[in-house]
């Protein structure tokens, strides 16, 4: 069973009626739950971005309603806290079920270990970073918590080349942290997510836009309402070849299997 997180981001343009549309968007998509972030502008950004980085941004009101809203629909709501306090907040006041940390925190040790203390599921991604780095990310968040650490395989480049995927990390990632592990896709199309599948990963993050032509950081690298639907309706038909690793005779294979026993006889002695 996998599951795909339909990453709303910023692509929702400051919009809370946009948010919600890339909601029902992910909701028809059969995406298993969404996830936006939460910053506040003016501690995190330097005085030049501001202008550029409020209109990006929802405020913690919209935040809880937005989980509102999901809850209401039936969908989970997944975030990325900027600060410690944003991790607080979520998990005190909106009650959220998993928090999810970006890739340009792995290696904030003290940040990892204080969102971790916070027992609840984490998601963290892994773009960036050295295998070295990787690892002291995850022992930091075991040591901090017994709740379930998931990591996620990314390149953190939008969008991320093909030849530079390394999608062989997931193999090491299951070996050494065991599962689950996933991926945070942020390729243009789905092959790479098939590979990832095909290694072990049984959690996908993708980004979702209403248009790709927006202005904005994530847009070009996102896919659209009827992509998204295709890159699902993909995803779960690879993840149903994979099967149960149990070689036998398959129900589709029954009627030939009695034509090939029809040539199972002794060799006839010439005379």
Partial sequence: MIEIIAEIGVNHNGSFNTACVLVESAIKASCTAVKTQLWDTERVYPRERWDEMKKLELSRVEIAKLKGYCDHRGIEFICTPDEIEDAI??????????????????????????????????????????????????????????????????????????????????????????????????????????????????????????????????????????????????????DECLGDGVKRIMPSEVENRKRYEEFIAPRKERA
């Fill in 89 to 238: 907040f979520l998990a005190d006041e909106v009650g959220v079920k998993r928090i999810k940390t970006s890739s340009q925190d792995v290696t904030n040790i003290p940040f990892l270990k204080e969102v971790a203390r916070l027992n609840l599921p984490m998601i963290v991604s892994t773009g960036a970073c050295t295998r070295q780095e990787m690892d002291d990310a995850m022992v930091a968040c075991w040591g901090a918590t017994s709740q379930k650490i998931t990591p996620l395989h990314c390149v953190s480049a939008y969008p991320a080349p093909m030849w530079d995927m390394n999608m062989r990390v997931i193999n090491y990632m299951r070996k050494t942290y065991g599962d689950p592990v996933g991926f945070s896709d942020h390729t243009t199309g789905c092959e790479a997510a098939v590979l990832a599948i095909s290694c072990g990963a049984t959690i996908f993050e993708k980004h979702l836009t209403l248009d790709r032509m927006q202005d904005g950081p994530d847009h070009s690298a996102s896919l659209t309402p009827h992509q998204m639907a295709e890159y699902v309706a993909v995803l779960k038909r690879a």
